[in-house]
């Protein structure tokens, strides 16, 4: 959370024209987006109009309101908390709901309210879209602590997906009983660092067939470091983590087999670097079989931890591409998110940051990364937001990556929006085609007056089964957004639920097909974003095809499996070893 100086147009053009790569942090980039679309044949106007959702929040029985505790004391995490899961809790196909609530840091006499728990009643039926609220039988699924985020995945191979909560103090592991109840088992794993989490992602980093945990670490904060910092209205407003100069190096735990967790992080060598760690997402990025980790600091370089194959990392931001700006400056890194948006079989990255620094999307070149954000048509459109939560998702089933950024000020402008609250911000919405992104207007995608608040975490899942791809935005100190899709016209489309050997989704597996000449690659994973688990199913679009052909998986433990041609228009699970 950090503001750059203006830098001179004529030179970011310049290193544009020389390098083919996105804008800088700068404010200056309508001329640089400019140039970048002329480059590539494209016009400076890449709006579009069209309502994609409609919010069935209050309709669909979700009723949770996030709170931050906020008094008279800007206590630096309140501006960051908000996070939500989408999760198959009960193994019936459809997505249940997880909040995590945050409260007060300093709650005194004051209860402290919980993590809710809802679950889907649309009993497999397509259409139908209805939470209830389970917490009071949830058992320790109602934790109370300062929360952050969640992460999901099987940690103990009984085929059923727990939860991983990251707070301001202790995070908990909550093992899934069955029954739609929970049980706190942070203690006996092992697990429960003190330190500031944000994000987590589980992953099978070793290839032992079990899952192990990685958690981004933001700053060494306590109520006893806050500091007193003003705008240059002299208002106050929150600090950047720069004001502290605490970060804090990621965690990294394996998973020992035997419900217990080790912490690797010195071992495997993530120690070695510091950052203030938000975003976090898993994906074989050199395409060797195993799964690699990038970490979206803010402020700090982001990381590119590359798995060795012999049980440690080695950190590759810089060298890579993917760590700083074209000024060879670090960004404000908020939520990340991976998709072959360019259809060559790799994973490609899309960062978004702070308001004055363009989003950075990362094009994945044989693992060196070149940044195409302004070519693309991402550069300008973004700067005057602060975004958080975010996906890359065909939304209209045609084939091409969409892009939805969940957004919220960090500190006070004189800009008035459509709310009462001073850090909202409406969220964006882009459609992605062969020539890049165009914005869909009215912002964010949805009418009927579209709530505008701050956003933090976006988690994304086909919520009613009738293949589209719908939304659940937290909102800090707010009610949530629940974003069913609407698109008109949407294309065919598939989802394809990957199981490993114990029914659990299987994290880190690869899928290969084509869609008729086509090639189409896709990895089963549920952390990303910001502080979010989304549906781990591969969704695809189909445009007008009506099948994927010549389908591949490499499951996370190198082996591989052959299922021919598949049929759109169904969910179509396929099970390793089966």
């Not at 459609?431 to 956003?455: M, N, V």
Request: charged letters at 20%.
């Amino acid at each position: 959370m950090k503001i750059h100086a203006l830098s001179s147009t004529v030179l970011l053009v310049a290193a544009l024209l020389l390098s083919a790569c996105g804008d800088s942090a700068s404010t200056s980039t309508d001329g640089i987006a400019a140039a970048g679309q002329a480059l590539h044949g494209k016009a400076p106007d890449r709006a579009e109009h069209g309502v994609w959702f409609e919010d069935a929040a209050a309709s669909s029985g979700l009723d949770f309101v996030h709170q931050w505790g906020h008094q008279d004391v800007h206590w630096m995490p309140e501006i960051m908390a908000g996070g939500a899961a989408l999760f198959d809790m009960d193994g019936d196909g459809d997505l249940d709901a997880y909040l995590v609530q945050s409260g007060f840091l300093m709650p005194g006499e004051r209860q402290q309210p919980g993590n809710q728990l809802y679950r889907n009643l649309g009993g497999g039926e397509v259409g139908r879209l209805r939470f209830e609220n389970i917490s009071e039988a949830a058992g320790d699924a109602a934790h109370t602590g300062y929360g952050m985020g969640v992460a999901v995945g099987d940690v103990d191979g009984d085929g059923r997906v727990d939860l991983y909560v990251t707070n301001v103090g202790p995070d908990v592991l909550l093992r899934n009983l069955g029954d739609g109840r929970f049980a706190d088992i942070t203690g006996q794993a092992g697990l429960g660092s003190p330190a500031w989490g944000a994000s987590a992602a589980f992953l099978d980093y070793d290839r032992d067939g079990d899952l192990d945990l990685f958690v981004t670490t933001y700053l060494d904060w306590s109520p006893s470091r806050e500091l007193d910092c003003y705008n240059a209205r002299g208002w106050q407003v929150y600090c950047s983590p720069q004001s502290y100069e605490a970060p804090l190096p990621d965690l990294l735990y394996r998973n020992d087999g035997d419900g217990r967790f080790t912490d690797v992080s010195a071992a495997t060598g993530i120690s070695q670097k510091a950052g203030n760690g938000l975003g976090v997402v898993s994906s074989d990025f050199d395409n060797d079989g195993w799964p690699d980790l990038f970490v979206a600091n803010d402020g700090t370089p982001d990381h590119l931890w590359l798995n060795r194959r012999d049980g440690t990392f080695r950190e590759d931001g810089a060298f890579a591409g993917c760590a700083f700006d074209l000024d060879g400056r670090p960004k404000a890194g908020m939520g990340v998110t991976v998709g072959d948006y360019d259809n060559d079989g790799d994973s490609d990255l899309l960062v978004c940051n702070l308001r004055q620094e363009s989003d950075s999307l990362y094009r994945n070149q044989g693992g060196l990364f070149s940044d195409v954000t302004a070519a693309l048509g991402l550069g300008s459109t973004s700067v005057p937001f602060t975004r958080f939560g975010i996906g890359w998702v065909d939304f209209d089933n045609d084939g091409q990556l969409d892009l939805y950024q969940a957004n919220g000020r960090v500190t006070r402008h004189s800009e008035a929006m459509r709310s009462d609250d001073p850090h909202a911000e409406p969220n964006l919405l882009f459609r992605g085609g062969p020539e890049g992104y165009r914005e869909i207007h009215p912002r964010g995608g949805t009418g009927s007056s579209p709530l505008i608040a701050t956003s933090r975490a976006a988690a994304f899942g086909d919520l009613d089964g009738d293949g589209g791809i719908d939304i659940l935005v937290v909102n800090s100190h707010a009610p949530p957004q629940v974003l069913r899709n609407v698109v008109p016209g949407r294309g065919q489309w598939i989802l394809l639920s990957l199981l490993d050997r114990h029914g659990a989704p299987a994290l880190g597996a690869r899928l290969s097909a084509r869609i008729g000449e086509r090639p189409v690659v896709q990895e089963v994973r549920s952390a990303y974003s910001y502080q979010a688990a989304n549906d781990p199913r591969l969704h695809i679009g189909l445009g007008d095809a009506d099948r994927l052909t010549g389908v591949r998986v490499r499951w996370a433990d190198g082996s591989e499996s052959e299922h021919g041609t598949l049929t759109g228009g169904q969910v179509v699970t396929l099970r390793q070893g089966s």
